[in-house]
């Protein structure tokens, strides 16, 4: 079974850094995207950055020059480095996966396109 695991998120000042981790475990595709999402209350899921199995990587508008998404392959490990954040940064930030060949497909950003999901960590900036 696939497993996907979230932690690091908690609550810091506007300015600061965080960095979230997400271990996923049995996930044996050659294949995928990986990314990470955030939902804040009554707000719609958007993609915050996202890696494919070919080291590509994008990044949201809003977190372009502060988020920074990497992979430790050997782990399988995927990190996200918070810079600078702003309370509109704040919410439930979740990992997910998707088992896919389409290099565009990584360019999806809602629930129904991603296979696993983990249970988010949530991440909190006061101003």
């Known amino acids: 079974a696939i497993d996907i695991v979230e932690s690091g998120g908690g609550s810091v000042e506007a300015g600061g850094s965080l960095n979230l981790s997400c271990t996923v475990s049995?996930?044996?595709?050659?294949?995928?995207?990986m990314g990470w999402f955030r939902q804040a209350p009554g707000k719609a899921l958007i993609g915050v950055a996202r890696?494919?199995?070919?080291?590509?990587?994008g990044y949201g508008d809003s977190v372009k020059g502060r988020f920074t998404i990497s992979k430790d392959s050997a782990k399988n490990i995927l990190y996200l480095q918070m810079n600078s954040l702003k309370p509109e940064d704040s919410g439930m930030y979740y990992c997910a996966a998707v088992v896919t060949n389409l290099p565009s497909w990584c360019l999806r950003t809602t629930r129904s396109d991603y296979n696993f999901w983990g249970q988010g960590t949530q991440v909190t900036v006061s101003s």
């Open positions: 890696i494919d199995s070919d080291g590509e990587i």
């Open positions: 049995g996930f044996l595709y050659d294949t995928y995207c």
